[in-house]
């Protein structure tokens, strides 16, 4: 998304109500799914209307402005509530948290919703700004690229207008350095194919779609100067959470010598977790699988396997580029010390 003028708004808060993109609609429609309440904001995340980790997140401290009754309980329980939505980004609960402990420092009532509101608002502002500095470091990585490979999508619709991993190219679009993107269609749910390349269509950046195992192909031909990818949870050592696929992605980019880069803001950091074998992988419907579309391609016979999310190791990681800058070759002391920077 070129600019916040020139696109529309993946989500918004408007006269009480929080207004998104039904990303389950794209390409074929650009409609609005309306949040009024607590369990409509649940179910919103949880069906992928509003996906992305830090769009998940921002969603998440907006639906708690939602709570009915507008009292101090009814806002902890759509805390707690709205937690329960997907269980991998880990963007949802830090913003959740945020909005906890913000709740637990106003002792008048009275100032509870407005205060809650402005809290999420800041959030959202936080977010424009992450996905600029993310973009302006990440260019700075790609600038000798002519194509890059990307997998799902962490553009505008997974964020508040560039992304992550396609800030740097917006960034670099809008400086006038050509750049293509291939975009791994991202199956079961085609998130590259819907998603990607209808915002990178949108934004005049030239994208071909490919399905995902055509990559190592791609990769073979010497045509992909670098593979940049989101996160959706990244541990303290620096391995990612990301749509099922990056990690064999990342095991071909190793092999064919193509940098590999993982672009995610440091609210997206677990440093609970030591690595991410202790990261939690939802695991979805699988009729995502076996009925696409409401199709059936699977026999009844047949059992079904849908993670939404691998996990790639760090070692396999060129770099991670945050808001605050880009750590090599990234390690648990090095992603300790960026992430203590100001």
């Not at 964020?159 to 350095?177: F, K, R, V």
């Not at 990690?247 to 991410?276: C, E, M, Q, R």
Request: net charge negative.
């Amino acid at each position: 998304m070129p600019t916040a003028s020139q696109a529309p708004e993946t989500l918004q808060f408007v006269d009480g109500q929080l207004i998104l993109i039904d990303q389950t609609k794209l390409p074929g429609e650009l409609v609005s799914f309306i949040c009024d309440s607590v369990d409509q904001t649940h179910d919103a995340i949880s069906r992928l209307v509003v996906r992305g980790a830090p769009a998940i997140g921002i969603a998440a401290a907006y639906g708690v402005c939602l709570a009915n009754p507008a009292t101090r309980q009814g806002f902890l329980d759509a805390i707690d509530h709205l937690a329960t939505s997907r269980p991998t980004a880990v963007n949802l609960f830090w913003a959740l948290d945020r909005m906890k402990a913000v709740l637990q420092s106003v002792d008048d009532d009275a100032e509870l919703a407005a205060t809650l509101l402005a809290e999420a608002i800041r959030i959202h502002d936080e977010d424009r700004q992450m996905c600029r500095d993310i973009g302006r470091h990440g260019a700075t990585l790609l600038a000798d690229c002519k194509a890059v490979l990307t997998h799902c999508n962490a553009g505008g619709l997974a964020t508040s207008m560039w992304g992550t991993a396609l800030a740097p190219i917006y960034h670099l679009h809008q400086s006038g350095h050509a750049i293509e993107v291939f975009a791994d269609e991202t199956r079961p749910l085609m998130q590259g194919g819907r998603l990607t390349a209808w915002e990178l269509s949108q934004a005049g950046v030239p994208v071909t779609v490919l399905t995902d195992s055509m990559a190592g192909s791609l990769l073979r031909t010497g045509r992909i100067d670098a593979v940049i990818v989101g996160a959706d949870r990244i541990a303290a050592n620096g391995d990612a959470a990301n749509k099922i696929g990056t990690y064999p992605l990342a095991v071909l980019a190793k092999y064919h010598d193509v940098p590999f880069y993982v672009a995610a803001p440091s609210s997206t950091f677990d440093l609970a977790i030591d690595s991410g074998d202790q990261i939690p992988i939802e695991e979805r419907s699988t009729a995502e699988v076996s009925h696409p579309g409401g199709i059936q391609v699977v026999p009844d016979a047949a059992k079904v396997m849908n993670p939404a999310f691998d996990v790639t190791p760090a070692e396999l990681i060129t770099a991670i580029i945050t808001e605050r800058g880009i750590v090599r070759s990234p390690t648990t002391t090095k992603l300790a010390s960026h992430l203590a920077s100001q």
